[in-house]
């Protein structure tokens, strides 16, 4: 069995090569985006290209999400229109590859019917595709390869991406465990992606000193529970932040998951004293009900959650917090939601991202009747977001005429001649007049606010 912990790949990009070229599609979480870069990574480093549109490729790689049942479908149909699309341009056939948590959960069930496609890779098996590509697009016999399945989680397959050029929001991914040990009786990301495993500290390091000396200022590091980080109990999440803090040229580090379970106050009180970490906590919630997150088995209730927020209010300059938030949970009624809109109107998010329930095969919660009707999923789910759309425009607007500290992302969609900068606490302002190119540092007066963002002018120009 490969490990990939002690073998470090060369960060550097390969120029194009000649071979065969491959197009990634990414569904779901900045997980997959993350491991959609270590596939392209892999893939250069074999001699593959890669292309940015399934037209001028040699083969698709659909790398996905389970999550919810919507998310599957909109694979699955992907694959008819991938097909589709070729033949309307005149071209042959291409192999279509289904990676990720789907390839995992469906297996082999993938490549059976109509929507049929050549080959299935689960999380723990992306060091498999270069060869399994080069059966399949270039043959040594000329044959053309037959597809294969290959899953089944390797506690010790951590890959390293090589860090994008121009990153998202200016800010480099770096996935620093992977799996989930936490049991959330509606998740189906354990059986997915397996048991919670850890990435050496000292690759960690590595990689993001890699990314600081091409230039990057700026980390998230990610996975499903990175607060619940832990190598060989030597060192855990607030430790590992005071390691990478202490990267030279590194100016910004975030994180994303926070489980509110294990968000300490030790750990709290490390990142209000570490001035690179960002004031910004993504700690879901998914209820406001003790009774839902009982039955959730999210280990903690809702006044917990609150102290957490207090405690993080007093320990962190300025910090502000997003969540997720699940409507229509078995059982959850009209009581237990209207405590999920309290809760949310106390803590006063900047952002939530809510969901209905959607049973998945195989979790725990799938044994309880899935009761809350459809229509009632989405009135609930309509009622929250309308809630929240309230407490940003509170918040926002107590916001307007102050002045904050932002970094340059780049051209803003609209309107014309406008440029996006992010404030530490995950703030997206609109500025408009001269380019301010990303990663440019800027003061900026807050002027106005819309659904998400607010507007802003430049100070220090
Ligand atoms: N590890 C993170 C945590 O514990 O908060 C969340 C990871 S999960 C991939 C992202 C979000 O999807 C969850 O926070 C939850 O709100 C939502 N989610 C997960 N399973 C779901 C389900 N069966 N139905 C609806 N939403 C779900
Ligand atoms: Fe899923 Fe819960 Fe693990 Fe998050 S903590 S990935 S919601 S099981």
Redesign the pocket.
Known sequence: MATFQNSLPDLTRRAPAAGPAVYIETYG?QMNTYDSQAIGGLLEGAGFRLVDTELAADAVLLNTCS??EHAEHKVISRVGELRMRRRQAELGPVVIGICGCMAERLGDDLRKGPKAVDLVVGVDNYDALPGLLKDLTAPADGSGGAGATRTGHRLDAHYVAPPELYPVNNSHLVTIHKG?D?K?T????PMTRGPQSEKAPAVILDEIAGIVARGGREVTLLG??VTAYRWQDSLDFAGLLEQVAAIDGLERIRFL?G?PRDMHPHLMDTIGRLDKVCPWLHV?A?SGSDAVLRRMKRLYTAAEYLAMVDHARRAIAGVTFSS???VGFPGETDADFRATLDLVRRVEYDQI?S??????PG?PAARLADDVPVEAKKERLAELMDVQQGIWAKVAQAQVGQVVQAVGEGPARRPAGAWRVRTANNRKVVVLGAEIAAGDAVTVRLTGWDATTFFGDRLDA
Do not use: G, M, W
């Open positions: 979480c999550v919810r989930c936490y959330c509606y998740c189906i990301v499903q529970n998951t489980h879901p998914q997720d938030f699940i991202f969901f209905k329930y959607s049973e998945r979790v």
